[in-house]
């Protein structure tokens, strides 16, 4: 479909405002034009309003059909039905969204052998609650300097 080239916007189609003063607006009893202002009528759609003009629309007489690309031959194409087939898995892909910088992220195992997974978990959760025991140690000590800092201003304040 296209635009009518030879559809032509009438001359008064902008003439037709899209609101007009509601007919049958009062002004209040109440009104007092050196409180309230000069009193305007509100406004209502313009049920003689028909909207943006826009062209008809006509069938495309150079409209041939759903575009569909050529078909090229490639002489080095060779089918391969074991293409997804691996030799060995030895990767492991993470896509990560974070909100804290600062994760690290090591010691990936990839195995079927539930033993060998427990075994080889047994010294990393032990490394990792000695850092969350060190970190709580260091945020702990951190917080006790910023409360001595506090009271040291306290003093201060009080000397003055």
Known sequence: MMDDPADVKPADWDAIPAEIVDPEAKKPDDWDEELDGKWEAPKVP??????????K????????????????????YKSDS??????????VGIELWQVKAGSIFDNF???????????????????????????????????????????K??????DL
């Not at 495309?60 to 490639?74: E, I, M, R, T």
């Open 153 to 158: 201003k306290e003093d201060k304040k009080e």
């Open 109 to 151: 195992l990839v195995t079927d052998d539930l033993d060998l997974a427990l075994t080889r978990a047994k010294p990393i959760n032990a490394r990792r609650e000695a850092e969350k025991a060190a970190k709580k140690a260091d945020d702990d000590r951190k917080a006790a300097d910023a409360a001595k800092t506090e009271e």
């Open 82 to 91: 074991e293409l997804y087939a691996f030799e060995s898995n030895a990767g």
């Open 57 to 76: 629309r006509i069938n495309n007489p150079d409209y041939k059909g759903a575009w569909q690309h050529p078909q090229v031959p490639n002489p080095e």
């Open 46 to 55: 313009n049920p003689e309003y028909k909207g943006q003009w826009r062209a």
